[in-house]
């Protein structure tokens, strides 16, 4: 059960957040939780929906930004991330399951992918602290300044919601998938 209670529909939540909360409905066709969990927040909703909507504007491709997020997801144990992310990512990115279970690893099938994956999970454990030999790796695979900017940016973006998730314990609504299994 949720630690902080998520509204059950959108009539539920704060006046000011209605507005948003039907423009993801009509966008993906349910407000998920996460969603109507941040609306408890309006101003904190208008920038996660902000920064989404500024990122999807970016120049990493949705496939490597949904890599991204399963990587994040699992290192930081976000049970709702992750399952978000593979549904999104099976069924919106067109990642395959073997994919899926690389980037839960950290990886990426893809060689361009993967460093990405691997900078973005580097960043995250050094907490921005990388090593000159991880920025050039990513260098190496054609990411410029502005893509390496864009992970880093993924990176803070997905920690906050798997930390919001995590402390909240907020109810899955997708196929759920397990942190322990094997990726």
């Given at each position: ?6 509204p059950a529909t ?174």
């Open positions: 059960m949720s630690r902080i209670p998520v959108i009539d539920d939540a704060p006046e000011a957040a209605r507005p948003a909360l039907r423009q993801v409905e009509a966008q993906l066709g349910a407000a998920p939780n996460l969603f109507r969990l941040v609306a408890h927040s309006p101003a904190a909703l208008e920038g996660h929906l902000g920064m989404f909507g500024a990122l999807s504007k970016g120049r990493l491709p949705a496939a490597t930004r949904e890599r991204i997020a399963l990587a994040i997801a699992q290192l930081n144990g976000c049970g709702y991330c992750l399952s978000a992310h593979a549904y999104l990512g099976a069924n919106l990115a067109k990642l395959s399951a073997e994919e899926i279970a690389a980037n839960r690893r950290g990886r990426s099938t893809d060689p361009r992918a993967d460093a990405a994956v691997r900078f973005a999970v580097a960043v995250a454990e050094a907490r921005g602290r990388v090593s000159d030999a991880a920025l050039a790796e990513v260098r190496a695979a054609g990411y410029d300044d502005g893509q390496i900017v864009e992970i880093v940016q993924h990176v803070a973006f997905n920690t906050w919601t798997n930390y919001l998730n995590e402390l909240a314990r907020t109810e899955i609504d997708f196929p759920q998938v397990s942190l322990d299994q094997a990726a």
